[in-house]
């Protein structure tokens, strides 16, 4: 029997819960996800008093729900990033990408954090020859930039990486690795309290108002029946914003549902024969598919775009049964034993956004690219929080942008859905030229 909840979540510790709310902080953190704990934990070590609330059981969020795929990605070209803010910004864009990774790594590894973190590696397959061109003339750009460990994969070579038919060559990040997400929320989480911040779930924060025009005066932060007096506040729910915290954040946060499957035990030989190396695999195809075996290596874990909009995992699972097996026909039939769903945050630049409005401050908008790039962007928000006027990152420069019509209620994703149908057909029809 397919399960309908993560399979990260299985067998996993409770989380400690602090106690008694005080009335007052240096800094209320909105959001316990990679984001929110992240800055906790750098406030926290700097002697600052944070407290952090989620409106769930801490955990809820995409940050235990994703597909523990830890990259350095994002969803822009140098080219598309040097058209919309030119080549300096372009530059630094990658080159925090790139940080990005190494600092979330670091993290994990200075703090001993056990979340089963692999430098395994990821492919990017190409889905036609096209692709196989761009991604190698974008490589070089990104290689005059900064450094970085990639190599193209010959066509004629892919069978050493991986045992389908569907692809015109790929990509290797030989630097990018996979993590058990709900084991590295729960490490950072545990981090957190140790630093002496206090994290509090099941605490909707309702309200965040200004004291006065000066922010210098402050917020007071209202959950249910308590309010809490604070210097600062940062928001860090992403794909979770919903108008009634913020109106200004969920008209530039768009809400888009990802879905993942884990098959059935089907043993560490013929996983390996699938994929061999153990890595992950994104694909360039517009239907955004990524699998990777899980960190038993027993199973395969694959997530798609189902739907633009969100549909529940039941109504999801024979669609992406069926995305498995036309990767991997052997694998038709194979038992499901868990399906979920989780909401990322899309911005509409694509790119992720440390910003300020009415001294409030916010990090989100990692486009489904947030396992390192969430850690690190909580840690800038924190840097930023410590030392104002200071610019800590180029994500500052990337701000959020709104669209007419859009108040925060995604009304347009069902017919995104059926776009994206048509596209991919369109997908296929273009990638069967080829055969
Ligand atoms: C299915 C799926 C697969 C993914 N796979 C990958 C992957 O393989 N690799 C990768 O890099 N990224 C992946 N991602 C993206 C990644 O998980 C996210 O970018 C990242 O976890 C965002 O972390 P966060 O802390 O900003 O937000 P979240 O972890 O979503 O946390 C936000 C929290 O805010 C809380 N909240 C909302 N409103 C309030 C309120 N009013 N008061 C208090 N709390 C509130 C929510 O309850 C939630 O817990 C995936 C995402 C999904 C959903």
Not at 256 to 272: A, C, F, K, L, Q
Not at 396 to 409: A, I, N, V
Request: aromatic fraction near 10%; include cysteine; glycine fraction near 8%.
């Amino acid at each position: 029997m397919t399960k309908f909840s993560p399979y990260w979540w299985e067998d996993q510790p409770k989380y400690s819960e602090s106690n008694g709310i005080p009335v007052k902080a240096d800094v209320v953190i909105v959001g316990a996800g990679f984001t929110g704990l992240s800055a906790a934990i750098t406030l926290a070590k700097s002697e600052l008093s944070v407290i952090v609330f989620d409106s769930e059981e801490i955990g809820f969020g995409a940050s235990t729900r994703n597909g523990g795929m830890l990259g350095s990605g994002h969803k822009v070209s140098p080219q598309q990033a040097d058209k919309k803010y030119g080549l300096d910004i372009a530059r630094k864009i990658h080159k925090e990408a790139n940080a990005s990774l190494t600092f979330t790594t670091n993290l994990i590894k200075d703090n001993n954090i056990d979340c089963d973190l692999q430098i395994c590696g990821r492919l990017r397959t190409s889905w036609v020859p096209q692709d196989q061109v761009s991604m190698s003339e974008n490589l070089n750009k990104l290689k005059a930039i900064d450094h970085f460990n990639s190599k193209m994969i010959d066509p004629n070579l892919m069978s050493e990486s991986i045992k389908t038919h569907l692809y015109f060559g790929g990509q290797y990040y030989q630097d990018h690795g996979s993590v058990q997400p709900r084991k590295f929320h729960y490490g950072l989480h545990q981090l957190a309290i140790d630093s002496g911040a206090k994290v509090f779930g099941n605490k909707p924060v309702k309200k965040v108002t200004r004291l006065s025009t000066d922010e210098k005066d402050g917020f007071i932060v209202s959950i249910s029946n308590k309010t809490i007096n604070c210097k600062n506040v940062l928001i860090a729910t992403n794909g979770y914003t919903r108008p009634t915290l913020s109106k200004y954040l969920s008209r530039r946060i768009l809400p888009v549902p990802s879905y993942i499957i884990t098959t059935d035990e089907i043993g560490i030989e013929r996983v390996n024969a699938l994929i061999p190396g153990g890595h992950c695999i994104v694909e360039t195809r517009k239907r955004y598919c990524y699998y990777r075996p899980t960190p038993c290596g027993k199973r395969i874990m694959i997530g798609t775009r189902a739907a633009m909009h969100s549909i529940s995992a039941e109504k999801a699972l024979p669609i992406l049964q069926k995305t498995l097996s036309e990767i991997f026909p052997e694998l038709d039939g194979v038992k499901v034993s868990h399906c979920w769903t989780g909401f990322t945050g899309f911005s509409f630049s694509m790119l992720p956004n440390l910003g300020s409005h009415n001294g409030i401050y916010s990090a989100m908008g990692y486009c489904g690219n947030g396992v390192a790039m969430a850690p690190y962007l909580g840690h800038m928000a924190a840097l930023k929080i410590l030392e104002p006027d200071k610019k800590v990152t180029v994500f500052e420069d990337t701000s959020l942008q709104s669209r007419p019509y859009y108040f925060g209620k995604p009304w347009f994703l069902p017919i995104a859905s059926v776009y994206f149908k048509v596209y991919d057909k369109f997908d296929n029809y273009r990638r069967n030229k080829y055969l």
